[in-house]
Nanobody, 119 residues
């Protein structure tokens, strides 16, 4: 069973920065994509950023230019650097891994660290 363990959440002031980490219990080479989503109370889950096994990246419109996703295959870990954070970005940030080979795709999720942006 794949386990995704996140770290790096917490309190940050508006305009501040944060780096989240997501460590996989399995080799991340098996996943087509890994990424981060976020969910605020009363809102739908939304994409923050993804990174493909080949290294290509995709970002949600609201974080473009302010965030960077990266992977370290030797540590089976994906990182999300977020800069110039805004209070409305307060949410639970969920690590995701997507795997698809011959059959239907499968998503794995971490528990999600809380990120609170407040002065």
């Amino acid at each position: 069973q794949v386990q995704l363990v996140e770290s790096g959440g917490g309190l940050v002031q508006p305009g501040g920065s944060l780096r989240l980490s997501c460590a996989s219990s399995e080799s991340i080479f098996r996943f087509n994509y890994m990424g981060w989503y976020r969910q605020a109370p009363g809102k739908e889950r939304e994409l923050v950023a993804t990174i493909a096994s080949g290294g290509s990246t995709n970002y949600g419109d609201f974080v473009k230019g302010r965030s960077a996703i990266a992977r370290d295959d030797t540590k089976n870990t994906v990182y999300l650097q977020m800069n110039n954070l805004k209070p409305e970005e307060t949410a639970v940030y969920l690590c995701n891994a997507y795997e698809k080979s011959c059959g239907p795709g499968r998503n794995y999720w971490g528990q999600g660290p809380q990120v609170t942006v407040t002065s």
